[in-house]
């Protein structure tokens, strides 16, 4: 009978050391009560608190086991790109009216210089400028058979291979500026606004006209054989490839002009300018097919004039880096 009230009195004086929540002395204190004893209130705590949230969550998350939504209506997706910092630029005109296009910016637009002289020509002498004129103009044959009066149609050819050699000629430049440790003088942002201009007239046109399945297979083919000849001759011969895109565009302003000379004479409908043109060279909201050919014309110029100038300073025994790019030549 001792025993058992010795023992009694043991467990009530020891108890509320071992199986206290929160030691505040003796062994606990110094950490030497087993840590079963000290974690197990704790854990049967916890679990107790995850039982009650379980029990007070929606029918649907305790069945389905969804994920809650985040708040006003952001899914996990918009939580990702937000996670980067990217958010997309809300941008107005001039107007106040919301900005709609994603392939060019407000501060990409101008106003193109219609007052360009279009009669400029390079008279061919060397060797190099007369096999790049003559050049040119085989290409004239099959382009007259083949579109004929079609303009439009024309238009989308030109423009997906006038693009190519800003863009290629923009490229080599950049890879010497890197390998040879220099600068280019302003003259791989020349060449690549350029190529960007020109495609900006394949985005217009394509509002114009709809190219057809054997324009597209011809565009294909002929991408794939300019893209690399023109890689080879800017290699070869930068002044040769320059002078050939002079010549090019000299023909662009021919072919234009053509197109302007239908429109007006009715044989083409003049019809309302396409809304990005519009934007693109801030053109009257009033503005017609007639005022996109002539602004598309005055930019063909003005890479006719860039060209011809570039392969001068070749000529000239000079590098492109030495001398300033016309940046911004519309």
Request: with cysteine; net charge neutral; hydrophobic share 45%.
């Amino acid at each position: 009978m001792s025993s058992r009230m010795a023992g009694a009195a043991l467990l009530r004086h020891l108890g509320p050391r071992l199986f206290a929540a929160e030691p505040v002395s003796g062994l606990a204190a110094r950490g030497l009560v087993p840590a079963a004893a000290r974690i197990l209130p704790a854990a049967r705590m916890s679990s107790a608190a995850a039982e009650a949230t379980k029990e007070a969550a929606p029918p649907e998350q305790h069945q389905h086991g969804e994920k809650p939504k985040a708040a006003d209506g952001q899914d996990n997706k918009k939580g990702i790109v937000s996670y980067w910092g990217i958010e997309p630029r809300k941008l107005v005109k001039e107007d106040g009216a919301e900005w709609r296009w994603f392939c060019f910016r407000p501060w990409d637009t101008y106003r193109s210089d219609t007052s360009i002289d279009l009669k400029k020509h390079h008279e061919p002498r060397a060797l190099p400028d007369k096999l790049a004129y003559w050049l040119v103009k085989s290409l004239v044959v099959p382009k007259q058979l083949f579109f004929q009066r079609r303009h439009a149609s024309h238009a989308l050819l030109l423009e997906t291979v006038a693009a190519v050699p800003g863009m290629v000629g923009g490229m080599l430049l950049h890879l010497r500026s890197l390998r040879r440790f220099e600068q280019s003088g302003g003259w791989i942002r020349a060449l690549l606004e350029e190529a960007e201009n020109e495609r900006m007239h394949l985005m217009t046109f394509l509002e114009v006209a709809q190219p057809k399945w054997w324009e597209r297979a011809l565009v294909l083919a002929a991408q794939g054989v300019y893209f690399n000849a023109y890689f080879v001759a800017y290699l070869a011969s930068p002044k040769f490839a320059h002078r050939f895109v002079g010549y090019l565009e000299e023909e662009a302003v021919h072919s234009y002009t053509e197109y302007l000379k239908d429109l007006e004479a009715g044989i083409i409908e003049n019809t309302p300018a396409p809304a990005i043109a519009i934007d693109y060279w801030r053109l009257p909201a009033d503005a017609r097919l007639k005022d996109v050919v002539t602004v598309v014309r005055a930019d063909e110029a003005h890479h006719r004039d860039v060209n011809h100038f570039a392969s001068d300073i070749h000529y000239q025994g000079m590098k492109l880096k030495d001398t300033p790019a016309p940046l911004g030549y519309h």
